[in-house]
């Protein structure tokens, strides 16, 4: 079965402070898609990040850079200089093994506060 | 390009209700799937629907059932409600061949009493 673990349930950083978010995955299978969202108090999940079981090129974007160590079962999420507007809860999610259908499994997510 | 729009948004049921809840997916989004979000299971998958049919299913009671129309709107329905119920339904729609890129809409906060 598969399965996203996000240890950290909540993180409170001041502002313009680094924050890593973590997250650990279990798959049996090869081939697969790792997800970043994240859902401010309005509560619609929006997208960050796809990255597929083969790339294991770090990315930046921005502020946000993430860190895929397919070794270690890891795909972790770094905020730079973190802002206000960045508290939110942020999930981590795995995708189906077949690739085509939409069906995620979501870890437990993160609550992010950035405070002044 | 409008997003993922969901209505209602906020329901409120009383037990052994039965709802219906609604997502219009981003124009030329073919693919729809439904989710649960609740403090204690988190988000949990309940179906998808691509091309009117469904094509996978979560672990949920019969009681859940869902349909997509042929302009890929869909609903999801739940029949007999009981306090358990009480979630956030989150629709996401993806375009086909973007590789579950899902895009999420606002959600339907359901309550039942």
């Known amino acids: 079965a598969q399965k996203v673990t996000q240890a950290q349930t909540e993180i409170s950083v001041v502002e313009k402070e680094d924050v890593t978010l973590d997250c650990v995955y279990e798959?049996?299978?090869?081939?697969?898609?790792l997800f970043w969202y994240k859902q401010p108090p309005s509560g619609e999940l929006v997208f960050l990040i796809r990255r597929n079981s083969f790339d294991e090129q770090n990315e930046i974007s921005g502020r946000y850079s993430w860190n895929f160590q397919k070794s270690t079962s890891s795909f972790n999420f770094t905020i730079t200089a973190s802002q206000v507007v960045d508290s939110a809860v942020y999930f981590c999610?795995?995708?189906?093994?077949?690739?085509?259908?939409?069906?995620?499994?979501f870890g437990t997510g993160t609550r992010l506060q950035v405070t002044l | 390009k409008a997003g993922v729009t969901q209505t209602p948004r906020y329901l409120i049921k009383t037990r052994g209700q039965q709802v219906t809840l609604s997502c219009s997916p981003i124009?030329?989004?073919?693919?729809v799937s439904w989710y649960q979000q609740t403090p204690g299971q988190g988000l949990q998958f309940l179906f998808e629907?691509?091309?009117?049919?469904?094509?996978n299913k979560g672990n949920f009671p019969g009681r859940f059932s869902g349909r997509q129309f042929s302009n890929s709107r869909s609903e999801m329905n739940v029949s007999t409600l009981e306090l358990g119920d009480s979630a956030l339904y989150l629709c996401?729609?993806?375009?086909?061949?973007?590789?579950?890129?899902?895009?999420f809409g606002p959600g339907t906060r359901l309550t039942v009493t």
């Open positions: 798959t049996r299978d090869t081939t697969y898609y």
């Open positions: 629907y691509f091309s009117e049919t469904q094509r």
């Open positions: 996401a729609s993806s375009l086909v061949g973007q590789k579950n890129e899902q895009y």
């Open positions: 999610a795995l995708s189906d093994p077949t690739g085509t259908a939409s069906k995620l499994t």
């Open positions: 124009s030329g989004h073919r693919s």
